[in-house]
């Protein structure tokens, strides 16, 4: 559990992506959350907009931290960049331009209780792999399940070839509104303590609870054939608080 939460990740995917997009997630430890939503929401997103507006990124989410005060941050910022501009020369506007009411002094202050505030835990980056939505579901709903993998050394292909194969499609009814596939791709190596993460969607909290409250069964044999190809580690759940897309 420690190695986990040591190097966990999440990811958040945009529909049609190719693999030239990159994820970088930074995991973010808050001491005093209602402050640092409040920086989140008149500061960075605001910054952020801008760097969309220049073309450096394609989008900027945040997420939160639902289920339980174990997991060690409580927040994630997800910045989408497109891989052949990553590398372009680029000069940011300075904050004093974006936030022509401040002066460079309270700009400053501001950033050091920001920084006394909150701390980022760990990043990293990652690509989509495949994903499902549910017919009708044109955005990702505002829960997200990530469930975090450990594919067995040399055997990634079977394991994402699988996984894709077992969910081609998410029936009508279901509460699940979508699934997503994503592989690391900042490290390689055994020691990894996950090298895959999936992520299952949905409308709200209590559907996730529903759907994992009914009663215990044993996996199925095509499930038992994955589970020789990885190794479940945890999951965690968030709630979408700032979703800003090109």
């Given at each position: ?12 995917v945009?529909t049609?992506f ?5 994820f ?8 005093n959350i ?8 008149t500061k ?11 073309g ?7 997420w ?20 052949d ?12 331009e ?13 950033g050091?209780?920001?920084?006394k ?6 990043e ?9 939505l ?11 399940v990530?469930?975090?993998m450990?594919?067995k ?10 996984e ?14 979508g ?9 390689y ?22 759907r994992?409250s ?16 990885r ?7 968030l709630k979408?608080f ?5």
């Open positions: 559990m420690k190695n986990f939460f040591t190097c966990l990740l999440l990811f958040f945009f049609g190719s693999q030239k997009i990159t970088d997630f930074a995991f973010i430890k808050a001491e209602n402050d640092y939503d409040q920086n989140l929401k960075f997103q605001k910054v952020n907009q801008n760097y969309m507006d220049d450096r990124i394609l989008g900027w989410h945040v939160k931290v639902l289920n339980g005060a174990q997991t060690p941050f409580t927040h994630v910022a997800v910045s989408i960049y497109d891989l501009v990553a590398d372009e020369d680029y000069t940011p506007k300075k904050w004093t974006i936030f022509p009411d401040l002066t460079e002094d309270e700009l400053k202050d501001w050091e209780k920001n920084n505030n909150r701390k980022i835990i760990f990293t980056q990652i690509v989509n792999v495949a994903e499902v549910q017919n009708g579901v044109t955005t990702y709903p505002d829960i997200a990530v469930n975090f450990k594919a050394h040399g055997k990634y292909k079977s394991y994402e070839d699988l894709m194969a077992l969910t081609k499609s998410i029936p009508n009814n279901s509460i699940r509104k699934w997503s596939l994503a592989k690391r791709i900042d490290r190596g055994t020691n990894m303590s996950w090298t895959h993460f999936t992520v299952d969607w949905y409308d709200k909290y209590s559907d996730f609870l529903k994992t009914g009663p215990s069964t044993n996996a199925s044999k095509s499930y038992q054939n994955m589970m020789k190809l190794d479940l580690t945890d999951n965690v759940v979408k700032i979703f800003l897309n090109k």
